[in-house]
């Protein structure tokens, strides 16, 4: 298991800054291991600390809980307070969290028996596509003689192979299974038969409801096949995830996942802040605090019924999040309040924090684009003083209108680069672009005359 500093320094890979908030979630996945160290009675007392993140947008919250389930494999929700309604209105229940995040266990668990299978289920779709290219043909009619038909002998058999037969069918296989593997037969069209599932109707899927109708009628309906022509890549990934299927025991994924999410699960809950009320005592305040009276038993610990069964939610990570630009914390209901014991505030992007944004993370925005244009024989490269002004064209946008955080990167790199983006066509050779402070400059320069920053306003 990880050490919270440990935590830390893969978390300053991806996300420029916040320490606190950084040293908060690292401390909170420690006590979950500290917690599985001790006796299972005094373990059942321990619950989660919840995290409240504190900050305007685009500065690094929802990642900072996105990269940290990565790390240690947690299953992970991220969902919006404001897409749920009290009970008794019409939308989304908040009991639905749960399921939304014990289907993100059950993918998990199911990825990882899959990956534990491969080997065999890769081997298993080789035999197939083998039998699909290669398919055994009778050499000889075969008749039933008529006597066996009246005695009952069953329908008639196919003729056994010869010696010779058999020894040139093996060889052929072999051949094909050679080729496949080469990828020679990459672009070959076969026809296989791929299973249908039996799911709910679209509307059902647009209120929420996910009800697979096999599921319900325990497996006894036979899946529907239907028979499709497809490329012969294309058919190994399909019939090598039927064979890992098949290796598959469900019931103990399921099993593993229910507790992986129980245990391990961690929910984001964004835009917290807009559900908090503003002492209104009427209106549509009435319905947020609803929402939060909704929230609170998850949060406390209750059991949610799902279509894998029971999960109980006492010790499920909650990290709410934030601006509270117009409300405070203090606006959300005492007992809530209560529940989230850890506020963190996360600080606003200065220039050097843009600078590094720009160029420290192992994905950072120049290196994305850097990539990008290398497919079509374009080499990208930005020089140091480019890097200062774009920062800085960057935190004044934010503080002269919206302050949208680093996300205002990717709206000034899009026009930046708009014209190399659209010339470049892989057609040309190798040419090398450099973006220095000049050429910035040059292209964004016009838009930032006097307060006219609407372009960058999302």
């Known amino acids: 298991m990880h050490t919270p500093k440990e935590i830390v320094d893969s978390l300053d890979k991806y996300i420029v800054g916040q320490s606190k908030a950084k040293r908060a ?82 993918r998990l668990c199911k990825e990882k028996k ?56 093996r060889s052929r296989r072999e051949e094909v299974i050679a080729a496949f593997r080469s990828g020679q ?21 647009a209120m929420g409801i996910d009800l697979n109708i096999n599921d319900l009628m325990g497996n006894i309906l036979p899946k529907n096949k239907k028979k499709r022509k497809v490329k012969v890549k294309e058919a190994y ?22 507790e992986k999410a129980e245990q391990d699960g961690i929910i984001f809950l964004d835009e917290i802040d807009k559900i908090a009320g503003s002492g209104h005592a009427s209106g549509p305040d009435v319905s947020r605090e609803g929402v939060q009276r909704d929230i609170l038993p998850l949060v406390e610990g209750c059991t949610v019924s799902t279509k894998y069964g029971p999960v109980k939610t006492d010790f499920i990570l ?7 630009h117009v409300s405070k914390v203090t606006d959300l209901i005492p007992e809530l ?10 600080e606003s992007l200065s220039v050097e924090d843009y600078k590094l944004i720009l160029t420290q993370p192992e994905n950072a925005i120049t290196k994305q684009y850097a990539a990008l244009l290398q497919t079509d024989n374009v080499v990208l490269e930005f020089a140091e003083d480019s890097i200062d002004v774009l920062a800085q064209y960057a935190f004044n946008a934010n503080e002269t209108s919206e302050n949208i955080g680093a996300r205002r990167l990717h709206t000034i790199l899009e ?39 609407r372009k960058y306003i999302l």
């Open 114 to 169: 899959e990956a534990e299978v491969r080997f065999l289920a890769e081997a298993a779709a080789e035999q197939r596509l083998a039998d699909i290219l290669v398919p055994i043909q009778a050499k000889r009619q075969h008749t039933q003689n008529p006597l066996q038909f009246l005695l009952g002998s069953g329908e008639p058999q196919e003729p056994e192979m010869s010696d010779n037969e058999r020894r040139e069918h």
């Open 415 to 453: 026009n930046l680069l708009d014209d190399i983006s659209f010339n470049a066509n892989g057609q040309h050779p190798l040419t090398k672009v450099v973006v220095d402070e000049a050429y910035v400059k040059e292209h964004l320069s016009s838009e930032f005359n006097g307060e006219d920053l």
């Open 318 to 324: 909650f990290i709410a999040a934030g601006a509270f």
């Open 237 to 258: 990934r399909i019939l090598t995830q039927e064979e890992a299927e098949k290796l598959i025991d469900m019931d103990e994924v399921t099993r593993e996942a229910i």
């Open 337 to 346: 309040q209560g529940r989230f014991p850890i506020r963190v505030n996360l």
């Open 25 to 106: 979630v690292a401390i909170a996945l420690r006590n979950r291991y500290r917690r599985s160290m001790l006796k299972e009675e005094l373990r059942e007392e321990i619950t989660p600390k919840n995290i409240i993140m504190i900050g305007p947008t685009g500065v690094g919250k929802t990642e900072i809980a996105r990269r940290l389930a990565k790390l240690v494999e947690a299953p992970f929700l991220k969902v919006e307070a404001t897409k749920f309604t009290e009970v008794g209105y019409v939308g989304r229940d908040v009991d639905s969290m749960i399921r939304d995040l014990v289907d993100a266990s059950i």
């Open 185 to 205: 037969l990459d672009e070959q069209l076969v026809e296989i038969e791929v299973e249908q599932s039996n799911a709910g109707s679209n509307a059902m899927i």
